[in-house]
């Protein structure tokens, strides 16, 4: 799972990276407004952690752009105590929660995983699911029915994408910034080299058939296997 963090103070941006990360979530994080919205525009990430107060663009703004454009990433706010009106203008943006300043290390891990799983993109367990496959985000294990999938790390990250994501088709360019990064500086070919890996092992237990090419574009997951 990567989340996205945008937050202008940089005590409070890099304790809620390692609550992330300390749970095995990969971060990127942003200390603008227009920063954040650049990263969140890409639309990689499977949950947004954003202040709503920013330099540049608002975090309502933000959101407000991005449900305009169709992009659905679950966002949570982080908000001061008493700004009522702020949180209102969020979730009438199309927030999913928010969360007030200061909160419980739980709490905003709570509240996280209610919002995905409302989304649909854990189920009550956690855990990822499609078809016979299922995931386990905490421990980066994979299986399909009781048989353990033997996943590099990355990948695991890759088919944890697709299952974050069962049928939306995926650029080559957008799976490419949420595995390897934007930093990143292996080539966008790295793309075809492991999803070639990655069907090799499905295919090993038969289920190969949910992982898509569409040609010139990227790939999608489908939620039943595809039949030639």
Not at 15 to 36: C, K, W
């Amino acid at each position: 799972m990567r989340v996205l963090v945008v937050e202008d103070d940089p005590d409070l941006l890099r304790i809620v990276r390692d609550i992330f990360e300390g749970e095995g979530y990969l971060t990127d994080a942003a200390e603008a407004g227009d920063e954040g919205y650049y990263a969140a525009d890409q639309a990689i990430h499977d949950l947004i952690v954003l202040d709503v107060l920013l330099p540049g663009m608002s975090g309502v703004e933000i959101v407000k752009r991005l449900r305009a454009r169709s992009i659905l990433t679950p966002v949570i706010l982080l908000t001061a105590k008493d700004a009522v009106a702020d949180r209102v203008a969020g979730l009438d943006a199309g927030a999913d929660d928010y969360i007030t300043k200061p909160f419980a290390v739980s709490e905003l891990l709570a509240r996280s995983r209610a919002v995905l799983r409302r989304r649909g993109t854990l189920d009550q367990e956690g855990d990822l699911t499609c078809g016979p496959i299922r995931l386990v985000p905490t421990g980066k294990a994979a299986f399909c029915n009781d048989a353990t999938l033997n996943l590099t790390a990355t990948e695991y990250e890759l088919l944890e994408y697709f299952l974050c994501n069962v049928g939306r088709i995926l650029t080559r360019e957008q799976i490419f910034d949420r595995v390897w990064g934007f930093e990143s500086g292996s080539a966008i070919t790295a793309v075809e080299v492991y999803v070639y890996h990655l069907r090799k092992k499905l295919a090993a237990h038969d289920i190969d058939a949910y992982l898509r090419t569409v040609r010139g574009i990227g790939y999608m997951f489908k939620g039943e296997p595809h039949v030639q």
